[in-house]
């Protein structure tokens, strides 16, 4: 039913090899190969559903997320505090496979990092950059395409990361995808954002190498994909964990590893990437008090104040650019130019 490995994922120059640890629920099995464990799924097994979390070592809920599910598969959490009301899942086992890789890049979780610094990987600092990696290109590539080889063989993928605690819970999707749209909708949570990809995007999506992100190598080998972003980094919070888990059941409801349906969805899909109020210049920001993720939006709405940190001259006053749910807000106040003070997402459906 429950398997697990030790999977090394790249040589750091020392010579030191980067480990992880790869999980097989289920009816697949893992193999010893000559790179290590490969999955062994029987093709009259069902699906295979691949899971990760902490591509960006911070992001720390979502492995809290594959610990707490884990429990609840194998019935090994008894005298854990955290479990969930609902109980074990795992009386019946899955009617399918299920692949989890709890630190997807032990290099970032051991900084506490979003991304690595130069002296590791030169061209690739964020790994959720170079998907579906390369066997022989940088140190992240390898951990990727290592990686890869897990969830290229799937029939379902969820990236699990998580935002600032000033950012709302929400889901990305590749927009017009059904069966991400699906998936998402089975993950569960009440912001959906669509994501454009490719020519239909803005320029910052392709300057900014988002064809790289695992969601979308995945959803164009068509294995559709999502990525929840929980809230809260370096911190574990008992409600992120329990959103992620629920998502997960659901999930593994959806592709029929788990017997039942998903809860209905009913929530705002809105678009990403777009309605982003940028800094005019660097200084200190202040949001407008009472101003929380989650609130409605008119296009004009004041958000905040730059003001110069010395001369108390205030910078810029920033409104909201279209009307919208705000779903992130900076809080680390010292910002430069450029820099995203608040996000508003515009809605696409109710
Ligand atoms: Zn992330």
């Known amino acids: 039913m429950h398997d697990a490995r030790d999977l090394v994922l790249a040589r750091l120059p020392s010579g030191v090899p980067v480990r992880t640890t790869v999980h097989v629920y289920g009816e697949g099995r893992l193999v010893d190969g000559p790179d290590g464990p490969e ?19 911070r992001e720390v809920n979502g492995t809290a997320v594959l610990r707490r599910l884990h429990e609840r598969l194998t ?12 109980g074990d899942l795992g009386d019946g086992g899955l009617a399918g496979t299920l692949v989890t890789v709890p630190v997807a890049d032990p290099l970032t979780f051991d900084r506490v990092s979003y991304t690595t610094p130069e002296s590791l990987d030169a061209i690739h600092s964020n790994m959720n950059r170079c998907w579906p990696g390369d066997a022989d290109g940088t140190l992240h590539e390898r951990m990727a395409a290592r990686l890869w080889r897990f969830a290229g063989a799937a029939d379902a993928v969820v990236d699990l990361h998580t935002g600032s605690p000033a950012m709302l819970t929400h889901t990305v999707y590749m927009r017009d995808d059904a069966a991400c749209r699906g998936l998402a909708e089975a993950f569960g949570t009440d ?30 080998e068509g294995i559709p994909t999502v990525t929840p972003e929980l809230a809260h980094s370096r911190e574990v919070v008992p409600e992120a964990v329990d959103a992620g888990v629920d998502g997960m059941v659901g999930v593994l409801r959806h592709e029929g590893l788990l017997p039942g349906e998903p809860a209905p969805w009913s929530g705002t899909v809105a678009r990403n990437h ?3 109020v940028e800094a005019a210049d660097s200084g200190l920001f202040t949001p407008e008090r009472g101003l929380s993720v989650g609130d409605e939006v008119a296009a004009g709405d004041r958000l905040g104040v730059v003001h110069d940190p010395t001369t108390f001259e205030p910078l810029q006053t920033a409104a ?7 779903y992130s807000i ?10 995203t003070l608040v996000g508003v997402a515009e809605r696409l459906e109710e």
């Not at 029987?42 to 902490?54: I, N, R, S, T």
């Not at 019935?75 to 609902?86: H, K, L, Q, R």
């Not at 909201?320 to 705000?326: E, F, N």
């Not at 900076?330 to 820099?339: K, L, P, Q």
């Open 320 to 326: 909201a650019d279209r009307d919208g749910i705000v």
């Open 191 to 220: 912001l959906l954002l669509a994501e454009a990809a490719g020519e239909e995007a803005d320029a910052e999506w392709a300057e900014r190498g988002f064809a790289g992100k695992l969601r979308v190598a995945a959803t164009r």
């Open 330 to 339: 900076a809080r680390e106040a010292t910002v430069t130019a450029g820099a």
């Open 75 to 86: 019935g090994s959490g008894g005298d854990a505090t955290d479990v969930g009301p609902e």
């Open 274 to 276: 777009l309605g982003r």
């Open 39 to 57: 999955l062994d799924a029987p093709a009259d097994g069902g699906p295979v559903v691949y899971a990760q979390a902490a591509q960006h070592g």
